[in-house]
């Protein structure tokens, strides 16, 4: 199976920061790197797919970019509804997989 | 506008089974797969395995083999998802989630509300 790692595991940021996430793969992926945003208590929210497609709806603060095994995940300019815990996912080779996750916690 | 609703939250003691049922709406039930992703507390998330609705083929996480059947009834637009032998390790919220591209390996663009499913004696 394809392990997926993040880093920061937890990052602490004011509203108005830029924050990037890095996701990595063991192996390639091509593109086929997702994005999601979970709530506490709430179901996962798809955010990008394909490593930089934005899903409809999603603001245009949150960007995703790379190809291969390093991927990453920016949001622009925090907003107060941005904290969250993001995951990555490769849906490239079965099984499924995803990251263990990154916490976005006020700062 | 698609929703996939979810039945409620279970407590089951150990070595029972539990069956979660998922109701698709808003969008052609057969034309998309449905996989099942559990988290457990305070942990991340884990893909258990995914059912085409189109001819019902499966593919489940290997370690689940064996105690895990997935099931759609297509009249009601439904997906299930039956656990056994369920231990005290199995306690997790347990969500679907219909599959974007109708593949096996898969990305999922809506979730269910989850099902919260407890395991303990």
């Known amino acids: 199976d394809i392990q997926m790692t993040q880093s920061p595991s937890s990052v602490s940021a004011f509203v108005g920061d830029r924050v990037t996430i890095t996701c990595r793969a063991t192996?390639?992926?091509?593109?086929?790197l997702v994005w999601y945003q979970q709530k506490p208590g709430k179901a996962p929210k798809l955010l990008i797919y394909?490593?930089?497609i934005l899903q409809s709806g999603v603001p245009s603060r949150f960007s995703g970019s790379g190809a291969g095994t390093d991927f990453t995940l920016t949001i622009s300019s925090l907003q107060p509804e941005d904290f969250a815990t993001y995951y990555c996912?490769?849906?490239?080779?079965?099984?499924?997989?995803f990251g263990p996750g990154t916490k976005v916690h006020i700062k | 506008q698609v929703q996939l609703v979810q039945s409620g939250a279970e407590v089951k003691k150990p070595g029972a089974s539990v069956k979660v049922s998922c109701k698709a709406s808003?969008?052609?039930?057969?034309?998309?797969?449905i996989n099942w992703v559990r988290q457990a507390p305070g942990q991340g998330l884990e893909w258990m395995g995914w059912i085409s609705v189109y001819n019902g083929n499966t593919n489940y996480e290997q370690k689940l083999q064996g105690r895990i059947t997935m099931t759609t009834d297509r009249s009601t637009s439904t997906a299930y998802m039956e656990l056994r032998s369920l231990r005290s390790d199995d306690t997790a919220v347990y969500y679907c989630a219909r599959g974007a591209r109708a593949l096996a390996t898969d990305y999922f663009d809506y979730w269910g509300q989850g099902t919260l499913v407890t395991v303990s004696s």
């Open positions: 808003g969008y052609t039930f057969s034309s998309y797969g």
């Open positions: 996912q490769q849906a490239n080779s079965f099984p499924p997989t």
């Open positions: 192996q390639g992926i091509s593109n086929w």
């Open positions: 394909a490593a930089s």
